[in-house]
């Protein structure tokens, strides 16, 4: 294997039991599903709802056992969670008894860190995201953009090699939602960590990614992959540009089918 | 004052008037709080005197409010009273502890298994819906009339209305913050140390404030149908010699009593939930 390969899934397979009116039925939800991220690079998801994106995620992060194939992080099986991998969650999962700094010190209280240094880090990560100065907010007085950004400081005090953000910004309002992506690009600048970014707009995968994965099909597959021709650092007059409308059109155009 | 410039706030010069406002709203509200029930209190007060007045001009039946207070003052001054009180507290304490020590762990549990739940759950439901009281002869039976007897009827009366509002608690804690524990590496342990158990804190002590009350009555019952010992057996006493302030004032003392408990539970709970968000 590659060094240069941050994450290699291979083959995955993945149904569910559902029970309806007392009668069982497995439904597939991921099928063969195989591709591979860079070390560094920028991936995201997107499908239909339904499609098997969070699945595949979970899959990744060790939090959903899988039927048939092979996910291997930094060269390495994946058998459960990881101290490589972090997951930034689309409905925050943030503790509500909790302040920002002590949610985002979650994370590296899990893994062991001592009181001083999670303290340390988890006021780093604060500042990195801009929240340095609600340190003590519980998250019913954030806004939901700030709440997110706890939880992606809370992902990225812990270090992990590979970020798996499921729909970050899918519960955020459309101001909150650009102002945070072009936040997260900042960050992935800085740090550039391996990133597997899960979405249903097309839009937002193709302003943020290095490649496009676009999943479909019953059970879910990668029907097409894409690579944005588009220059770094991004802008958003990259969005109205001839290379951004014709991949987004072809994206739509694979959706479609 | 809003300006075509800019909002009241920017400019500052509405901010005082606001705070100013916001102020004396806040203590009219406090004022409020206070005034209201003792105004509320003192009216009841005066329609009890006059009325247990002119009805029979001092009752056997029905005392006077003066008298009841006069009866409070009595029996609280009284030391047949506090042993009366430390007979029955002490049936209290060790029958609603076992109670809790039992039910919060049982209701933890059975919440996170769908399994136990599956098992335990038609007994909870016929131990919350059946009337206690009828297993009282049951327990008189088997343990006689005794202290345990006592410790076992108030617990039975507590433990079903601790577990059922904990494995609501335990049951309804959000899966991504399991999740999330997850996948951070977080134990079984951590899951319930970090997760669980403090999001399930407001419904434990929702089950304890439901249970607590439930075996204070079972407490009261007992002692006065089947045990007449403690609180029950003054207010028998006072019955027989038809001392009807006494009754008052016992009853009345039971029922302060609860009330504490509730606001000392109160206390621990903000104390609780306090002491974890301090942590880090």
């Known amino acids: 294997m590659s060094t240069d390969v941050a994450v290699r899934v291979s083959g995955l397979a993945k149904s569910f039991v ?108 604060l500042e ?83 490649r496009v994965l676009v999943m479909g099909g019953k059970p879910g597959r990668v029907v097409e992959t894409l690579t944005p021709e588009l220059p770094r650092p991004r802008t958003r007059s990259q969005e109205s540009s001839e290379a951004f409308t014709s991949m987004r059109d072809k994206i739509w155009e694979t959706l479609a089918c | 004052m809003l300006t075509a410039a800019g909002s009241a706030i920017e400019t500052g010069v509405a901010q005082p008037a606001l705070l100013a406002k916001w102020r004396r709203r806040r203590r009219v509200e406090r004022t409020a709080a206070v005034v209201l029930p003792l105004g509320v209190g003192a009216v009841c007060a005066l329609l009890w005197q006059m009325g247990a007045a002119a009805r029979t001009g001092g009752s056997v039946l029905l005392p006077t409010f003066t008298d009841f207070v006069g009866a409070v003052v009595r029996v609280l001054a009284s030391v047949r009273f506090w042993h009366a009180l430390w007979t ?75 577990v059922v509002p904990t494995r609501t608690g335990s049951a309804t804690v959000p899966g991504a913050l399991v999740s999330m524990t997850r996948s951070y590496c977080g134990s079984s342990g951590a899951v319930w140390r970090e997760v669980v158990l403090p999001a399930s804190v407001p419904a434990i002590f929702n089950g304890l404030r439901q249970g607590l009350a439930h075996a204070l009555t079972g407490m009261v019952i007992i002692e006065l149908t089947f045990l007449a010992v403690g609180i029950g057996r003054l207010i028998q006493d006072a019955q027989a010699k038809f001392d009807a302030a006494s009754v008052f004032a016992v009853t009345f003392l039971i029922v302060a009593q609860g009330v504490a408990m509730m606001a000392l539970l109160q206390r621990a709970q903000d104390g609780l939930s306090g002491q974890w968000r301090a942590r880090s």
């Open chain 1, 18 to 125: 559902r029970e309806t009116r007392g009668r069982a039925s497995v439904v597939p939800v991921l099928g063969d599903v195989t591709f591979e991220i860079a070390r560094a690079e920028f991936v995201s998801i997107v499908g239909p709802s339904g499609c098997g994106k969070t699945s595949l995620l979970r899959s990744v992060a060790g939090l959903l056992d899988v039927d048939a194939g092979t996910i291997e992080v930094d060269g390495k099986a994946v058998t459960g969670p990881g101290r490589e991998r972090a997951v930034v969650f689309q409905d925050f999962a943030l503790l509500p008894w909790a302040s920002s700094l002590d949610n985002v010190a979650f994370g590296l209280k899990l893994q062991g860190v001592g009181r001083a240094e999670r303290r340390r880090r988890a006021r780093a990560a």
């Open chain 2, 88 to 162: 029955s507290e002490s049936a209290l304490l060790l029958g609603f502890a076992i109670a809790v020590a039992a039910g919060i762990p049982l209701g933890l549990y059975v919440g996170r298994h769908r399994t136990v739940d599956g098992l335990v759950s038609g007994y909870l439901d016929i131990a919350v819906v059946t009337p206690t009281a009828v297993f009282m002869p049951l327990v008189i039976v088997v343990l006689g009339p005794t202290f345990w007897a006592r410790v076992a009827v108030i617990a039975i009366f507590g433990l079903p209305f601790v």
């Open chain 1, 128 to 210: 990195m995201v801009g929240l340095d100065g609600f340190a003590d907010a519980l998250p019913h007085e954030l806004s939901g953009g700030m709440r997110q950004r706890v939880g992606i400081a809370r992902a990225l005090s812990v270090d992990p090699d590979v970020l798996l953000m499921d729909e970050p910004f899918g519960s955020l309002d459309e101001i909150t939602r650009r102002s945070m992506q072009e936040e997260l690009l900042r960050i992935w600048e800085r740090d550039k960590k391996t990133v597997l970014f899960i979405t249903h707009s097309v839009e937002e995968a193709l302003f943020l990614s290095d």
